[in-house]
């Protein structure tokens, strides 16, 4: 009987260690290196652009691929806006690529790689926001294995977003949340 007080216990402090670094976990952020291209996913504020196009006045990168479709069907392009965008922070048009189908994490996966195939483009940044990483991450190393194309993962902080403390505002709450059942969903539909 005496280990099962301390079974509880110790369960306990498992459980409080991963909520306070649920934040943190979704977080996949590499140091960039020189690449072909800066992959730059939509559906996020413009920080993500601002990242991008840091990176590539850095030299990282000489294009810039923006990616996301509209939503609404009637209305701009998430990967037009991001080019809208860019130009004021510097980025010439002819440094930029679009891809302005895909309308979910998965379909940017799947609609960037043939660009950059017929690009004949082997590495590539991949930018979006921090909390986004991690999904990211596992959707684009599926869709791109076996292709040799090396990816590396670049975060863009969301200022709604707070690593060590995701539950202390309602929007960092909100996006952990959803991320962790996003990350969920898009696991199963890669096991089937």
């Not at 990242?51 to 294009?63: D, F, I, S, V």
């Not at 922070?89 to 017929?118: C, F, H, K, W, Y």
């Amino acid at each position: 009987m005496p280990a099962y007080p301390a079974f509880i216990l110790a369960a306990g402090l498992v459980a409080c260690w991963l909520m306070a670094n649920a934040g943190r976990w979704l977080v996949l952020d590499q140091a960039p290196i020189r690449s072909d291209v800066i992959i730059v996913l939509g559906g996020g504020p413009v920080h993500r652009v601002q990242t991008a196009a840091q990176l590539c006045q850095r030299g990282y990168a000489p294009k810039l691929l923006f990616t996301g479709g509209s939503p609404c069907g009637d209305q701009e392009s998430q990967a037009q806006t991001m080019a809208r965008q860019a130009e004021p922070m510097g980025i010439a048009r002819a440094a930029m690529l679009l891809e302005d189908r895909s309308l979910s994490t998965l379909e940017n996966a799947q609609r960037t790689l043939p660009v950059l195939l017929e690009h004949n483009m082997t590495t590539a940044l991949i930018v979006s926001s921090d909390y986004h990483m991690r999904r990211v991450a596992m959707l684009f190393n599926r869709v791109y294995r076996g292709h040799g194309i090396h990816l590396t993962y670049v975060a863009a902080s969301d200022p709604a977003f707070s690593r060590p403390r995701w539950w202390s505002t309602a929007p960092s709450r909100r996006l952990t949340i959803s991320e962790y059942a996003k990350l969920l969903v898009n696991w199963a539909k890669l096991r089937r």
